[in-house]
């Protein structure tokens, strides 16, 4: 997907972004800063912006929440990386191994505040009730860590609070401010609720795929953590006796060797798992494009649905 | 002070952070549940409510916004706890020693987004420019643990944001839900940032000379961690020779024995600080007193008056 043409808005994004980046005490802000500075690709508030321009909004209706939506995204990477105890986020060191714990919650927390500083007071609900839902999926994730019976349903619900709700809320407050009517509200939620568990499924897919360098990440770091995702869940489901006992074995086992890690990966993607997945990812892609396809036609329409294709065919 | 009379708004304030901390995953809410449910003297809810009617306004009108307002303090306290590494809050074990680190950081991360859910939307804007203030109060806190020449001024920049910021937030919000003038909502945030200034540096004399039962955490646990409050400021300042000497050997040493700690406080206590420290406390206090009397005579007035005084008087 070629996102150059909206470059001059997404400036204007991270003009606000930085301009609630600045203050003192400078390590705290730093540490703030520090990757959400590092890149990431802004979906967020561009689905916010996009959702906006879809119900006959402008950008500047929607730009002050589409920053709080990245500032919130933020946030949660910060915690979630505390909590994970993740080395590397975006190529570089999470914030807490720069900084340390108490810094790095810290950061967090201000990054927090400082969306809501800045979100329109007509989007403040939705954004802290999708904060609240974020708390909840993260949780149950954690807990699925030392289950190996975890279904594909409590999955769902899981990944709808850690990921689907706030893109659910990036389209949801952009159609808010663009003053869309009842039902582009409720479209333009649905899509977002929809492209958020594709974009979550693929995202898991890559964990197990993708090479190191492209994820600035580990391959397999979700297996070392006995993290339950939809390819391990699914794999469970369809290996049988001694390749399921083997998987489940190396899941349940803290400090993995790299040859096991391997293993498991290799076990998941000979399971049939992989193309499961990608079934299911299409499915909640697939019901993503029909609600889009409700709203009237537009270049925003188009370019929603762009970004949808683009968050299922990504490799990063 | 006798809060009797208020408990039946008390109890309202109470319904309401009860009904947000129903949900599920249950360890998430319990955790966030943890210390609010623990007692706590609801300050902030009573000074917003009390500023309401200060200036003419109903309860009904503060109530939600009340009720956040001591979310966001429970909040602080649970995330506060994890970076000091304290073991004990309100006499409890605090929430990450029960639950871990990773479900406490998501439940001061809960009573966050709860906290905006539930206020009005007229008083967003105050309550995250106040929790923003926190994080910046909290990191210069910590940033002090390391050093010894403190300045009383970095100090009051401290705790300003620290603890004041929120009782300010209270007032001020307190004020604009009850319609105040602008005068009012002046006034009373300047009652409410002093009475917040004294708040702060009675604490620290308590932390220096309550008894450990009452204070529900051991005495001298800020000597212990090389904080630096007033009284710790004022006594390396007062101090000469060798008994500055050794106040700062125990300050900057971990791991200090039972004997040490008392020392400390000997210290402290015999170089004139808590004395100094209390004539601050009364400065901050009038100049509370002066702002409110600028309002024009009421039962709620008076109220915050006598919730003043209290504040300055309590031996816990």
Do not use: W
Request: glycine share 8%; hydrophobic share 40%; with cysteine.
């Amino acid at each position: 997907m070629d996102f150059s043409r909206f470059q001059p808005v997404m400036d204007e994004v991270d003009s606000t972004i930085e301009s609630v980046l600045e203050g003192k005490p400078e390590n705290l802000y730093t540490a703030s800063s520090h990757i959400i500075t590092a890149g990431g690709k802004r979906i967020r508030p561009l689905l916010c912006i996009l959702a906006c321009r879809a119900v006959g909004g402008s950008d500047r209706d929607a730009l002050s929440t589409a920053a709080a939506l990245e500032l919130i995204h933020n946030f949660t990477l910060i915690h979630d990386d505390i909590m994970d105890d993740d080395d590397l986020r975006r190529g570089k060191k999470s914030v807490h191994r720069v900084y340390g714990h108490a810094t790095a919650i810290l950061a967090g927390d201000l990054l927090f505040s400082k969306a809501f500083e800045l979100c329109d007071n007509r989007t403040t609900k939705i954004l802290a009730k999708a904060s609240a839902r974020i708390c909840e999926g993260q949780e149950m994730d954690m807990s699925f860590e030392g289950r190996v019976d975890v279904t594909e349903q409590e999955y769902i619900e899981m990944i709808d609070g850690k990921t689907a709700v706030l893109l659910e809320a990036a389209v949801r407050a952009g159609a808010v401010l663009g003053n869309g009517s009842e039902d582009e509200v409720k479209n333009l939620a649905s899509f977002g609720l929809n492209v958020g568990l594709a974009f979550q499924i693929k995202d898991d897919l890559l964990g197990v795929t993708a090479d190191e360098e492209k994820l600035g990440k580990p391959v397999g770091s979700d297996v070392i953590k006995g993290k339950k995702n939809l390819p391990v869940i699914k794999a469970l489901e369809l290996l049988g006796g001694n390749k399921r006992e083997r998987l489940t074995d190396i899941l349940s086992k803290k400090d993995n060797t790299y040859v096991e890690v391997r293993a498991a990966v290799s076990l998941i993607e000979k399971s049939g798992s992989m193309n499961y997945c990608r079934e299911r990812m299409d499915y909640y892609a697939k019901k993503a494009g029909d609600s889009l396809m409700k709203l009237r036609e537009s270049e925003a329409r188009d370019a929603l649905s762009e970004l949808s294709c683009f968050i299922t065919e990504r490799d990063l």
